[in-house]
């Protein structure tokens, strides 16, 4: 009874946990970014990628998302923290376990022939026993450090998720990269196209005498200039392709394209706050994650100072007949309980203590910094997202602009009004503007593809349902 009331009084007790409890820290954040666009619909919890509109790319980021090795790394890495926590969160309990053996020997009758002769010789032995043991968590240092893998689970989750969204975006952006040098390559082609068509008629005029050598070598000089674009162009391709192929978990190849450059939706800027940002940002979840971890493992380091105290007891059969093993007056038991504590331990205690709340600081200032990064990374995209969308309007009137030059020229060439160097000059200004402009259209693409990154992507709900390991 006396020990029953004692484990009684020494559980009651156990609800005691040294250490800090974790509080998330105050922190002074901007409450809107300067540069959103405050009109924009809401994206959070939708696949965003789906609002470019086509089709060919959602099936790539699905493919993505199944095959890529990256991700499989990430998820073996959750089942591997998953494992810890559970290691760790097992000494909370009783450990039991079980035994048994059997032996049988023969001891030397040399030295004590007369005892022989009454005791058995050889002798047998047989036992079965079930035994138990157990760290009372006095001081919670078990809790901590149970609470510090569970942390740390989370963190390896949050992990997954960065990567995940890192995976997500690459793929859009190689993609759109790839329709963009498509429709680059495009242009080079109609423009090499026309240059060898002007090319063959001037040296048809030059034949019969009715332009000058010069003129000939101009259109010549402006066809090679588009013909060196295509093996150029053509190369970027190929390489776009092989590295889509292995975001893919695919062997390099090429990629199928669903709609051009110019048919991709633009899709609307996202409307967020800093509590948002807070929510969804991968490295952020991940980084406070890593406090909460450093937090409780200065109370497991704390912990240490206080005694341990353990209760062990066993219970089973012993007999030298194994037809007598399991009768009652075979039957064997004990049980015991042990205190431990430090007295003197030179320092090791106190500097265990002093790494775990320097680490704690580490982490503290690298959840800060995740913060402030955050921050920086979505005014940049929306900056960047501003000022592309001004440059793509701009490009798009120098592109009318130089094909209206072009025209006029022609007709006052053909007039007999301006020399070809007119018209030169005015082709070697279209076909740049045209290449700069698809350029930058696919940027302002990719760079919304940054923008909902840099929030977090506002899409695990959905990815979630696919590609949780």
């Known amino acids: 009874m006396r020990v029953l009331m004692t484990l009684a009084v020494l559980l009651l007790v156990s609800g005691c946990t040294v250490g800090p409890d974790y509080v998330r820290p105050a922190l002074d954040v901007p409450q809107a970014f300067d540069n959103q666009n405050r009109d924009a619909n809401q994206t959070a919890n939708i696949d965003w990628w789906g609002q470019f509109g086509d089709p060919e790319l959602d099936a790539l980021i699905a493919e993505a998302l199944a095959n890529n090795r990256d991700m499989k790394i990430a998820?073996?890495?959750i089942e591997q923290a998953a494992a810890v926590f559970s290691q760790s969160r097992s000494t909370l309990f009783p450990q039991l376990g079980y035994g048994g053996s059997a032996a049988e020997e023969r001891a030397s009758e040399t030295d004590a022939p007369q005892l022989y002769s009454v005791v058995r010789n050889p002798k047998s032995s047989f036992q079965t026993l079930a035994s138990a043991s157990w760290?009372?968590?006095?001081?919670?240092?078990?809790?901590?450090?149970?609470?510090?893998?569970?942390?740390?689970?989370?963190a390896t989750e949050s992990a997954w998720q960065g990567v995940t969204l890192s995976l997500v975006s690459s793929v859009a952006q190689s993609y759109i990269q790839l329709l963009g040098l498509d429709e680059q390559l495009r242009v080079a082609q109609r423009t090499q196209a026309a240059?060898?068509?002007?090319?063959?008629?001037?040296?048809?005029?030059?034949?019969?005498?009715?332009?000058?050598?010069?003129?000939?070598a101009q259109?010549?000089?402006?066809?090679?200039?588009a013909a060196g674009a295509v093996p150029k162009l053509r190369s970027q391709i190929g390489q776009t392709e092989n590295v889509l192929s292995v975001l893919l978990g695919r062997n390099p190849g090429p990629i199928r394209r669903g709609k051009t450059i110019r048919q991709l939706r633009l899709p609307p800027v996202p409307a967020g706050l800093p509590s948002d940002l807070l929510v969804?940002?991968?490295?952020?979840?991940?980084?406070?994650?890593?406090?909460?971890?450093?937090?409780?493992?200065?109370?497991?380091?704390?912990?240490?100072?206080f005694p341990t105290i353990s209760l062990t007891g066993a219970s089973g059969f012993t007999s030298s007949e194994l037809s007598d093993l399991f009768r009652g007056t075979s039957r064997i038991w004990s049980y015991a309980g042990s205190v431990t504590g430090p007295i003197f331990t030179g320092g090791a205690i106190s500097g265990g203590v002093r790494q775990a709340e320097a680490a704690h600081k580490a982490a503290l200032l690298s959840y800060e910094s995740a913060i402030q990064s955050a921050f920086?990374?979505?005014?940049?995209?929306?900056?960047?997202?501003?000022?592309?969308?001004?440059?793509?309007?701009?490009?798009?009137?120098?592109?009318?602009?130089?094909?209206?030059?072009?025209?006029?020229?022609?007709?006052?060439?053909?007039?007999?009004?301006?020399?070809?160097?007119?018209?030169?000059?005015?082709?070697?200004?279209?076909?740049?503007?045209?290449?700069?402009?698809?350029?930058?259209?696919?940027?302002?693409?990719?760079?919304?593809?940054?923008?909902?990154?840099?929030?977090g992507g506002g899409w695990q709900t959905a990815v979630s349902s696919a590609a949780v390991p």
């Open 280 to 305: 969804n940002r991968p490295d952020i979840r991940q980084a406070e994650q890593r406090l909460i971890a450093a937090n409780a493992n200065i109370g497991a380091a704390r912990a240490l100072y």
């Open 195 to 216: 240059y060898a068509e002007s090319l063959r008629i001037f040296e048809l005029r030059f034949a019969y005498g009715q332009v000058s050598q010069m003129t000939v």
């Open 135 to 154: 760290e009372i968590d006095l001081w919670g240092r078990i809790r901590r450090l149970s609470e510090a893998a569970r942390a740390e689970l989370l």
């Open 219 to 225: 259109a010549r000089s402006q066809y090679e200039t």
């Open 75 to 77: 998820a073996a890495n």
């Open 376 to 455: 920086a990374d979505v005014e940049n995209a929306f900056i960047a997202q501003k000022m592309l969308a001004e440059q793509m309007q701009s490009e798009e009137r120098l592109v009318g602009a130089n094909s209206e030059y072009v025209r006029l020229a022609h007709l006052q060439y053909e007039g007999g009004y301006t020399p070809y160097s007119t018209v030169l000059q005015a082709e070697q200004q279209l076909f740049p503007s045209e290449l700069n402009s698809v350029q930058t259209r696919t940027t302002l693409l990719v760079s919304l593809v940054n923008i909902y990154k840099a929030m």
